[in-house]
C-alpha cells in the first residue's frame, strides 16, 4: 500500500514479495524495510519504503544486503533509488540524512523519556 501522497513504496515497485504476507517471505523473510517504523514518512515513504537504502537486511539483485556501508553502492544503479530521488526533488533525503534522523527518533525515545523530562 502506497503512503497518502501516492508515492509507491519500494517493495511495490521491485515486486521482491518480502512484504508481510508476500509471496517470497517463507523463502527471503520479511523485509526490515517494511517493518522499519522509525523511518515511516521519510522520502514520503510507508515505513521504510522510500529509504530502504539506509536499512541493512533489504534484498537487492537476488540476494539479501548487509550492513549499510556495503550496499550503498549496490543501491546507488538501483533504479528505485534512482525514482525515489527524481520524484522527491529538492526534498530528498539522503542516506546520510536518514540514518541521523533514525538516531535522533532512538535518543528521544530510549534515552531521553525519563520522569526528568518535562
Given at each position: 500500500?502506497?503512503?497518502?501522497?501516492?508515492?509507491?513504496?519500494?517493495?511495490?515497485?521491485?515486486?521482491?514479495?518480502?512484504?508481510?504476507?508476500?509471496?517470497?517471505?517463507?523463502?527471503?523473510?520479511?523485509?526490515p524495510a517494511t517493518t522499519e517504523i522509525r523511518a515511516d514518512g521519510m522520502?514520503?515513504?510507508?515505513?521504510?519504503?522510500?529509504?530502504?537504502?539506509?536499512?541493512?537486511?533489504?534484498?537487492?539483485?537476488?540476494?539479501?544486503?548487509?550492513?549499510?556501508?556495503?550496499?550503498?553502492?549496490?543501491?546507488?544503479?538501483?533504479?528505485?533509488?534512482?525514482?525515489?530521488?527524481?520524484?522527491?526533488?529538492?526534498?530528498?533525503?539522503?542516506?546520510?540524512?536518514i540514518l541521523k534522523k533514525l538516531e535522533e527518533r532512538d535518543i528521544k525515545?530510549?534515552?531521553?523519556?525519563?520522569?526528568?523530562?518535562?
Amino acid at each position: 500500500m502506497a503512503k497518502k501522497g501516492g508515492k509507491p513504496n519500494c517493495w511495490e515497485v521491485m515486486k521482491c514479495g518480502r512484504e508481510p504476507d508476500g509471496d517470497k517471505v517463507a523463502e527471503l523473510g520479511v523485509c526490515p524495510a517494511t517493518t522499519e517504523i522509525r523511518a515511516d514518512g521519510m522520502n514520503e515513504g510507508r515505513h521504510a519504503g522510500r529509504a530502504c537504502w539506509a536499512v541493512a537486511g533489504t534484498f537487492c539483485h537476488g540476494t539479501v544486503q548487509g550492513t549499510f556501508a556495503k550496499k550503498l553502492g549496490d543501491c546507488q544503479k538501483c533504479k528505485f533509488y534512482k525514482l525515489v530521488i527524481k520524484e522527491e526533488g529538492s526534498e530528498y533525503q539522503t542516506a546520510e540524512d536518514i540514518l541521523k534522523k533514525l538516531e535522533e527518533r532512538d535518543i528521544k525515545r530510549y534515552f531521553l523519556k525519563s520522569k526528568f523530562r518535562k
